[in-house]
């Protein structure tokens, strides 16, 4: 498969905890931004999304946070299960035609 | 819903040589972006798609090419193969008027 978390910084978290992984965008006029899972040998899949006029956002198990002011961007998983290992990226799409910049990714470990 | 499909999966290739990597948007989505994944980093926009023209294009040589035909499938060619571009190449569509784009599962090229 593919091996997407090479090289990345890695987060390594207790089953049942909370895990919090953060992104630093680089466009003050992004408006939109996606977080994103990719597992080894799959493509990036969807898990949230926030517009600029939110700070916050939450869907089953994750929420993100959005603080424009140091263009930072958080994304928190709740109970992390061994199921939420994989690299995640955050993405902003700072224009029409929904083309995304995607930051770096970070690998999360959950350990049993 | 088949979800975006991609082919082939794995491709080897030897440098100079020209490769046609296909993909087949969602149901309902018309716009295609198309985005190279290099090992341990994140996917970087190469191009999009929309009613069968390039829309937007990012920092990548005209060696990379592409196409959409009328039913909103698209093509990337990549002539002139360099081992830098071994890679996971990632198609992923959206619809015009929304945000939210769906991946692939990508083609792993490698250049020999």
């Known amino acids: 498969g593919e091996n997407v978390g090479l090289h990345l910084p890695t987060l390594s978290v207790q089953e049942g905890d909370n895990s919090i992984i953060n992104c630093a965008y680089s466009n003050s006029a992004s408006d939109y931004f996606i977080w994103y899972k990719q597992e080894s040998g799959k493509g990036p899949q969807f898990i949230i999304d926030?517009?600029?006029?939110?700070d916050k956002r939450q869907g089953q198990r994750v929420t993100v946070l959005l603080n424009k002011t140091v263009k930072h961007l958080s994304l928190q998983i709740a109970a992390t299960q061994p199921g939420d290992s994989a690299v995640y990226f955050c993405?902003?799409?700072?224009?029409?035609?929904?083309?995304?910049?995607f930051g770096g990714g970070t690998r999360v470990l959950v350990k049993p | 819903d088949a979800g975006v499909t991609q082919s082939p999966t794995h491709l080897i290739k030897t440098r100079g040589q020209q490769v046609t990597l296909r993909c087949s948007p969602k149901s309902g989505h018309d716009t295609v972006s198309w985005y190279q994944q290099a090992l341990g980093q994140g996917p970087q926009f190469i191009f999009q798609?929309?009613?069968?023209?390039?829309?937007q294009r990012g920092n990548f040589p005209d060696r990379f090419s592409g196409h959409q035909f009328p039913n909103y499938s698209s093509e990337l060619n990549v002539n002139a193969l360099l081992l830098g571009d071994s890679a996971l190449y990632l198609c992923?569509?959206?619809?015009?008027?929304?945000?939210?784009?769906?991946f692939g599962q990508g083609t792993r090229l490698t250049v020999v």
């Open positions: 993405a902003e799409n700072g224009g029409a035609g929904n083309k995304l910049t």
């Open positions: 798609y929309y009613e069968e023209e390039e829309r």
């Open positions: 992923a569509s959206s619809p015009d008027s929304g945000t939210e784009a769906f």
């Open positions: 926030i517009r600029s006029n939110m």
